[in-house]
């Protein structure tokens, strides 16, 4: 079950960051530092507002609606967050026409944050309730289908002049049209229970639900907006220090790494957390740690050796995929933000499944307010002396007393269990891979060369995994590939 559902989101999330991996490559060719500075400034905030206003929506979605659709009740929920997102919103935009009306920030940038805000959030609750409801695929074509829009939008964009506004309308315009895509399908097809929403309306909205979803989410809200002042903070402070050029640079260096290690954890939890879920609503608290140990294995089985590759390529990454300006100075950052990414992986990805599954998410707030307020304090020290150099070292710092602190509380919760023989074995795989990258890493790289280091590495990694079997590698595909086998066999029968 695992790894189809890992395959499913593989190959969505997958195309989805080849095109992100080209929208890096062609933005930093054709827009200034400072230009990309400002777009990141923008989604930054942008960001804030959405884990203030509408996370909570999203970790509802993923926590109650297997359990409300197994009790013919899901109408009720997906009502009530409607009728709650709805409210948000007229308040956001009340909100946004104060700012305007009094001129506190310039009207572009503050219009760009609104309607990013606005757009991310609606797309991000369909995902959400797709892949709660297990539809891997039409999930995947809905996320492929906004980074095309998205991409070609920016292009064209770009082209006319208008800079950083570009990304931001392009962004917009994917998510936009993508749901339009999907609402048109719910309501043909009635396949996805999204037209629900529609359908119900107030009718069905419940007042004592709404407390308890506000009591499962707030706390993880306050933690995520934590959250964010680890992750995004820099990129403020860095912009009030040091100016949008070197957010710019900060940024991109971030945005590429990203793609890589955190885009492959995040397809492991897409696919892996709904069944853990599954599994503690239905068979209880040992199937659920049975599934998460088994989850944690599949989660360092990719992370572990994209951090390593990461970091044994840097220069020749940086030098292929981002432009001159860009690559210059971010190839001296690109390995330390490699580790950055797989601890905030194993963070978000494992650890807080305790406060998630243990239902105690109102303890997971203290982790990130530590390491949050130890983030914006070694920012303001390190960023003045430092620059970019501090904002990433900081980071890492908060990231490392994070993982401490939630690891701590969160095994007096929901203890998780850690596959150590996995682990020791992936860590082992990945070394034998990375060292002769290392020795191959070069600052005048070639998209060939890349390519080619590229599979080196996968192909050593594969036959070391393979060898050792790690998480019973050999009898999981050979399962997979029996299913696909037969499935392909019975699309032939007349």
């Known amino acids: 079950m695992l790894i189809k559902h890992i395959f499913s989101y593989f190959i969505s ?113 369909v995902l959400e309730i797709l892949r709660s409801s297990l539809y891997a695929n039409i999930y995947g074509i809905l996320s492929v289908f906004k980074s095309i829009i998205s991409l070609g939008a920016s ?33 043909k097809k009635q396949k996805v229970s999204i037209s629900l929403l529609v359908s119900n309306g107030l009718r069905n909205f419940d007042y004592k639900l709404l407390k308890e979803f506000l009591t499962y989410g707030i706390p993880l809200t306050a933690t995520l907006s934590m959250s964010f002042i680890i992750d995004q903070s820099d990129r403020l402070l860095l912009g009030w220090f040091a100016g949008k050029s070197e957010v710019g640079v900060y940024s991109v260096a971030y945005d590429l790494t990203q793609q890589t290690i955190i885009t492959v954890m995040m397809v492991i939890n897409l696919a892996a957390y709904p069944l853990c879920v599954r599994a503690l609503e239905t068979k209880g608290v040992e199937a659920a740690r049975k599934q998460v140990k088994s989850n944690v294995t599949a989660l360092l089985l990719v992370s572990i050796p994209s951090m390593v590759g990461m970091v044994a390529l840097s220069d020749s990454v940086s030098s292929t995929v981002l432009g001159r300006d860009f690559s210059e100075k971010s ?54 002396l430092y620059k970019i150099q501090g904002a990433v070292y900081a ?27 996995d682990f020791a074995k992936i860590a082992i795989c990945s070394l034998l891979m990375g060292v002769p990258l290392y020795f191959l890493n070069s600052a005048q790289e070639t998209l060939y060369g890349l390519l080619f280091k590229i599979l080196l590495g996968a192909f050593i990694y594969f036959i070391a995994i393979y060898s050792l079997n790690v998480w019973d590698i050999k009898y999981r595909l050979g399962i997979f590939v029996n299913k696909t086998s037969k499935n392909k066999q019975g699309l032939r029968l007349p």
């Open 331 to 384: 190839s001296g950052i690109v390995s330390v933000i490699a580790i950055v990414a797989f601890l905030q992986g194993v963070k978000v990805y494992y650890l807080d499944h305790s406060f998630q599954l243990g239902k105690k998410t109102n303890l997971q707030f203290y982790p990130v307010l530590v390491s949050g307020v130890l983030n914006v304090i070694l920012n303001l020290i390190l960023i003045p």
């Open 155 to 187: 292009l064209l964009l770009i082209k006319v002049g208008l800079g950083s506004v570009a990304l931001i309308i392009g962004s917009v315009l994917g998510a936009l049209i993508s749901l339009t895509f999907i609402f048109i399908l719910a309501f």
């Open 395 to 421: 980071t890492l710092i908060s990231y490392i007393v994070a993982i401490f602190l939630s690891w701590r509380i969160g095994k007096g919760i929901f203890p998780l269990p850690f596959p150590f023989k």
């Open 13 to 125: 999330k997958g195309l989805t960051g080849i095109l992100t991996f080209v929208g890096i490559a062609l933005y930093t060719r054709m827009l200034t530092t400072a230009d990309y500075g400002e777009y990141a400034l923008i989604v930054a905030t942008a960001t804030l507002i959405n884990a203030i206003l509408f996370q909570w929506i999203r970790l509802v979605l993923l926590r109650f609606l297997s359990k409300y659709k197994k009790e013919k009740s899901e109408h009720l929920l997906l009502s009530t967050l409607c009728v709650s997102y709805i409210v948000i919103l007229v308040f956001l935009i009340f909100v946004t026409v104060l700012i305007s009306f009094f001129k506190l920030i310039s009207f572009h940038f503050i219009i760009s944050i609104l309607l990013f805000t606005i757009s991310q959030s609606l797309f991000e609750i």
